[in-house]
Nanobody
């Protein structure tokens, strides 16, 4: 029974930072690649970042390169997304994903 729980979202001003976390259970965490997605209202979910099993290989969408950093701590079954220099366009619901499983999402709102 797989569970993914995101946390760390909130309201921040433009230029601010947030750190999202995703805690996984019911899955062999260390053997799986993981990813972060985000979804704008009325739009389809889009890929933000991907990390392989031990964090040695990553992928970022062009829109977040240089600002977001994906990482993982296999001992804690946790994946992170450090978001710096946040922009209004980063406002969305952020989801973590392993295989075909998804968390419930955490809201990030960037506004002055």
């Amino acid at each position: 029974q797989v569970q993914l729980v995101e946390s760390g979202g909130g309201l921040v001003q433009p230029g601010g930072s947030l750190r999202l976390s995703c805690v996984a259970s019911g899955i062999a965490f260390s053997s799986e690649g993981m990813s972060w997605y985000r979804q704008y209202p009325g739009k389809e979910r889009e890929l933000v970042a991907v990390i392989n099993t031990f964090g040695h290989s990553t992928y970022y969408a062009d829109s977040v390169k240089g600002r977001f950093t994906i990482s993982r701590d296999n001992a804690k079954n946790t994946m992170y997304l450090q978001m710096d220099s946040l922009q209004n366009a980063d406002t969305a619901v952020y989801y973590c994903s392993i295989r075909t499983d998804w968390g419930q999402g955490t809201q990030v709102t960037v506004s002055s």
